[in-house]
């Protein structure tokens, strides 16, 4: 159950680090931009400074699952599956927010929120 909850928990963060680069390094790009339904260069640098903070939260979550994995994989267990289960919590309510926020968000959602649950809910399993 814990390598289940492993192999989740780094797909949950190869995933947030990804919206890290998206939101953080890559906003202004056409591609992202279109992503995340900014229509203009005006909106996209109105909204860059948010978006570049919300990326850091995504890596520090990407972050704190990693080292979650790396302890739990090194035998600390109890520190590990803490450390995957509130980063991977935290981003599936990262997921449900945006859901809430707009129901026309169901896909993102899932895909932000699903591998961290599945990981949260191995690593449960595990212990």
């Known amino acids: 159950m814990l390598v ?3 192999v989740f928990a780094l797909i949950a963060a ?3 680090i990804y919206i890290f680069v998206l939101e953080s ?3 202004m790009a056409p591609s992202t931009r279109k992503l995340f339904g900014i229509s203009s260069d005006e909106q996209a640098d109105h909204t860059r400074p948010l978006a570049y903070n919300q990326g850091f939260y995504n890596l520090y979550l990407a972050t704190g699952t990693v080292v979650g994995v790396i302890l739990l994989g090194l035998g ?3 520190v590990g599956a803490t450390l995957i289960a509130f980063a991977g919590a935290s ?3 990262a997921g449900l927010v ?3 926020n707009d129901s026309r968000m169901l896909r993102p959602a899932l895909i932000q929120a699903v591998p961290p649950l599945l990981a949260v809910v191995f690593v449960i399993a595990g212990i």
Request: hydrophobic content about 80%.
């Open 4 to 6: 289940a909850a492993s």
């Open 14 to 16: 190869a995933i947030h």
């Open 25 to 27: 390094i890559r906003w």
């Open 76 to 78: 600390n267990v109890v």
């Open 91 to 93: 981003m599936v309510l």
């Open 98 to 100: 945006l859901l809430l």
